[in-house]
């Protein structure tokens, strides 16, 4: 059995501080310390997303010029405030200043910037900004937050701007062995296995997936593990062979594949499928009610696709426990006889009435 840690995010200090404070600056010091996190600024920015005034208080009195200044940033967006140029460029005169230079931060700001110039329209000036982010922040603060956010950042640039290779070639940059979060490391084999299996390479799309799946589960996603559990199983059902090797040694022996060579099969091993799609369904949010399941939607399809609606024989019997059009309308399609395609046919129409009344 695979043992997972549990992620020590800085929601762990905020528990502390309301559970055991307030306390002393120096005491609180001490905890950061023990919790081995690294910045301050990102303790304040937890403090002040979860609502930990007092804790916020304390924590301002050990950050730099520099670290307020993006601090003041930050909670100017928190409160909703979308004209952010004239505090981005404040922020930028404190972290570039010779006496409270701050190299990571001036590549913070940079991505800041150009993420607002690109919700201005200035496609340029957004790609030169956050090429520039990218670049200081690999240099100087490899594999930290902010090197996550402005490789995340770039790719989904060039997502928007419809050059996936290009964002495909970004996600590469995101090595699973160079101490990025593995939050980052799944969403960008996300991304990667989508733009793989666009391109017909389906070998690569579900190797990524894997990976997302995995990843995403380390760092205590499971909405996004389940996202990307779906994928694979998606991807691979149709490619199963008993004699293939694990997915997870698959994965460490891939290698670049040259021009001239043939692309690799993909070839999956039925347990890997049973693994995932198991893990799945045992983490699914509980009960089916709420307005929008996809998870639910998306794991009832494959459970359709892969002959298991053993697992979801309470939820094909209770129409009225479902408040999802989409997932009334899944259930639907995968009812096995006339009178619970007819069930739910009704509560389909149900919600659908109920839905245009909100309207």
């Known amino acids: ?38 910045s301050w600024l ?44 004239e505090a981005i460029e404040a922020a930028l005169e404190v972290v570039t200043h010779p006496e409270t230079r701050d190299l990571a931060l001036e590549g913070r700001l940079r991505m800041e910037r150009g993420l607002v110039r690109y919700e201005a329209g200035d496609s340029e000036g957004a790609e030169q900004d956050l090429t520039w982010a990218e670049t200081r922040l690999k240099s100087v603060a490899k594999a930290s937050r902010d090197n996550d956010l402005s490789l995340l950042n770039k790719a989904a640039y060039h997502l928007a701007q419809g050059e996936a290779l290009m964002a495909l070639q970004v996600y590469g940059d995101i090595s699973r062995k160079a101490g990025h979060a593995h939050e980052t490391i799944a969403i960008s084999r996300l991304g990667a296995s989508r733009i793989r299996h666009a391109i017909g390479h389906d070998f690569d799309a579900g190797r990524h997936a894997w990976n997302a799946h ?9 909405q996004m593990a389940i996202e990307a559990g779906s994928l694979f199983l998606d991807l691979s059902y149709d490619h199963q062979d008993a004699e293939a090797t694990f997915m997870r040694v698959q994965v460490e022996e891939a290698s670049p594949v040259g021009v001239d060579e043939d692309r690799p099969t993909l070839a999956v091993h039925p347990d890997d499928i049973s693994s995932v799609f198991n893990w799945c369904i045992e983490h699914l949010e509980p009960g089916y009610s709420g307005p929008d399941r996809p998870a639910l939607r998306a794991m009832l399809t494959l459970a359709h696709r892969m002959g298991r609606m053993e697992v979801f024989d309470e939820l094909m019997a209770s129409p009225e426990k479902v408040d999802d059009p989409m997932l009334a309308a899944v259930a639907q399609a995968c009812a096995e006889d006339d009178s619970i395609t007819t069930m739910w046919g009704k509560r389909l ?11």
């Open 214 to 222: 995995k990843h995403a589960i380390m760092a205590g996603q499971s």
């Open 42 to 85: 990102t303790l304040a920015e937890a403090a002040l997303f979860l609502d930990a005034p007092e804790l916020l208080e304390v924590i301002e009195g050990f950050l730099t010029p520099g670290e307020l200044a993006v601090l003041s940033l930050v909670r100017r967006r928190w409160l909703g405030d979308s004209h952010l140029s």
């Open 349 to 359: 129409a149900t919600l659908t009435v109920l839905d245009s009344n909100r309207r």
């Open 1 to 38: 059995m695979t043992v997972i840690n549990t992620p020590k995010g800085p929601g762990r200090l905020i528990s502390k501080w309301r559970e055991e404070g307030p306390v002393a600056p120096e005491v609180l010091k001490e905890w950061k310390e023990e919790s081995g996190w690294q």
